[in-house]
C-alpha cells in the first residue's frame, strides 16, 4: 500500500489540541515523524510526540526556535481562536489579539518554518469566510486573510504547495469554556440544521490537512469542510 507521509517529518503548530491533534496522531498513524509547535506540552495520546515549545504571537521565539527546527516535509498551522466581538463601539486595541494569532500566527510560521522545496504547508481558516454570522466580523476577517494567506504562498513558494482547510463546526476543546449542556444542545441543533446531519470531530477535518499534504494536485486551494452550511 502507498504511504506517502511514512518517514516524513511534520510539524503541527497548534497541535497540543482539537483539530491540530488530530492531525498529529493521524499523520504519526500514515508513518511520519511528527513534531507538535504549542505552548503547552502535549499529553495523554500525544505523551511523547516531539515537542517544540512555542507561542506564535511571539516572533522572535518563532523565528529562533524555527532556525533550530526541521526541515519539514509538511507543516499544519492549527492555531487561532478569534472571540465574537460586535464592530460598532469598539475599539481595534482590544479585539487585535485574535487576528494576532490566527493570521500573524500564521504568517510568522510561514515565514519562518524550514520546508522541504516540494513538500507543503496547511493552513485553517474557518466557514465564516464564505457564510459569516452576526457577531463574527473579525473570525470572517481573519478566516479571509488566512485563505488569501494560502493562495499568495502557492506562488511565492512553489514547487511547496500551500494550501487552507475551512471548517465548519468541530467539536474541539476550543468549545470547552462553554458549559456542557450548553455546548451539547448546541451541536445537537447544529447536526440536526446540517444537510450532512454531523458536526465535524477533529479526525474528519485531520483527514482533509493528510490530504493536502499528501495529494500533488492541491496547491492554493481552499476546502470547504462544513457539513453543507454555506448551503443552508
Ligand atoms: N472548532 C471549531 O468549531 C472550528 C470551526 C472553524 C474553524 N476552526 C479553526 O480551526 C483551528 C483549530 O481549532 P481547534 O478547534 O482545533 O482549537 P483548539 O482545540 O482550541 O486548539 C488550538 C491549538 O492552538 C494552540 N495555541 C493556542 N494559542 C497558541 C499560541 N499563542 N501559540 C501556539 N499555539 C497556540 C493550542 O495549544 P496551546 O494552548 O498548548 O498553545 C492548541 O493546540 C483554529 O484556527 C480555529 O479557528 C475551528
Redesign the pocket.
Known sequence: MDRPLKDKAVLV?????????ATALAAAEAGAQVTI????V?DGALAGFAHIP????DEDGVAAALAQAGPFDHVAF?????ARQAVRGSRVAQVRDGFD??FW?AYRIAAHARIVEGGSLTL?????AVRPAKGHVL?ACA?IAVEGLAKSLALEFAPTRVNCV???????????GMDDARKRAMFEQAANALPAGHV?T?AD?AAIILLCMTNPMLTGSVLLADGGHVLV
Open positions: 503548530a497548534g497541535g497540543s489540541s482539537g483539530i491540530g491533534a509547535a504549542s505552548r503547552r502535549p512555542l507561542d506564535v504571537t492549527t492555531v487561532g481562536h478569534v494569532l490566527k500566527g485553517v481558516s474557518g466557514a465564516y473570525a478566516n475551512s471548517p465548519g463546526l468541530v467539536d474541539t476543546p476550543l468549545w470547552s465535524g477533529g477535518i
